[in-house]
Nanobody, 124 residues
Framework: QVQLVESGGGLAQAGGSLRLSCAAS????????MGWFRQAPGKERGFVSA????????YYADSVKGRFIISRDNAKNTVYLQMNSLKPEDTAVYYC?????????????????WGQGTQVTVPS
């Protein structure tokens, strides 16, 4: 069973950047399709981005397309989310998640393992 730990969240100015990391242990990261989700107060957890096992395929929510970049380093068992041109509406707790399969990657229920989340705050 893989364990996921996010890091890299914090406070950023609008227009600024942050890079989130998701470190995996207890399993081989290359066995998992990886996703990033976020949840703002009072809202449901929503899809941000996903990446295939080798990193050859990536997916983004329309709201972050062109601003966020997902990547992975299977040798380091780590997935990254580079967030650029941050906006106040990006404020949320960000979660990474792992799935054995690559179906319905935008749906939280497709993922079996979750990290504890990391807070990203972009003041308006």
């Amino acid at each position: 069973q893989v364990q996921l730990v996010e890091s890299g969240g914090g406070l950023a100015q609008a227009g600024g950047s942050l890079r989130l990391s998701c470190a995996a242990s207890g399993g081989t990261l290359s066995s998992y399709y990886m996703g990033w989700f976020r949840q703002a107060p009072g809202k449901e957890r929503g899809f941000v981005s996903a990446i295939s096992w080798s990193g050859s395929s990536t997916y983004y929510a329309d709201s972050v397309k062109g601003r966020f970049i997902i990547s992975r380093d299977n040798a380091k068992n780590t997935v990254y989310l580079q967030m650029n041109s941050l906006k106040p509406e990006d404020t949320a707790v960000y979660y990474c998640a792992a799935s054995r399969h690559g179906f319905a990657v935008q749906v939280p229920q497709s993922y079996s393992y979750w990290g504890q989340g990391t807070q990203v705050t972009v003041p308006s």
